[in-house]
Nanobody, 123 residues
């Protein structure tokens, strides 16, 4: 069974920063594309960022481009999401997800999901 565990969420003021981590186990993590998604109350889950298995390719949603950075450390089976200049509209539960092969932006393309971590940005 694949296991993805997110951490690093919390409450932060607008303009602040947080770094989310997602630790993967029981899977050849180094061959998985990884993605971060978020879901706010009453809204659909939306794409935030994704990174290829090698780390050489990344994709970002327009809403976070220039503020968020996705990275990974395959020696630690961990993917990160550095979030800077946070805004109240970034408030959501953030999920990491894994899939084999190339990166994708659609949630349905990901096979494995973590339980999520809450990020709350106060104004």
């Amino acid at each position: 069974q694949v296991r993805l565990v997110e951490s690093g969420g919390g409450l932060v003021q607008a303009g602040g920063s947080l770094r989310l981590s997602c630790a993967a186990s029981l899977r050849p993590f180094s061959r998985d594309a990884m993605g971060w998604f978020r879901q706010a109350p009453g809204k659909e889950r939306e794409f935030v960022a994704a990174i290829s298995w090698s780390g050489t390719r990344t994709l970002y949603a327009d809403s976070v481009k220039g503020r968020f950075t996705i990275s990974r450390d395959n020696t630690k089976n961990t993917v990160y999401l550095q979030m800077n200049s946070l805004k109240p509209e970034d408030t959501a539960v953030y999920y990491c997800a894994a899939r084999e092969d190339i990166i994708e932006t659609r949630p349905l393309e990901y096979n494995y999901w973590g339980q999520g971590t809450q990020v709350t940005v106060s104004s």
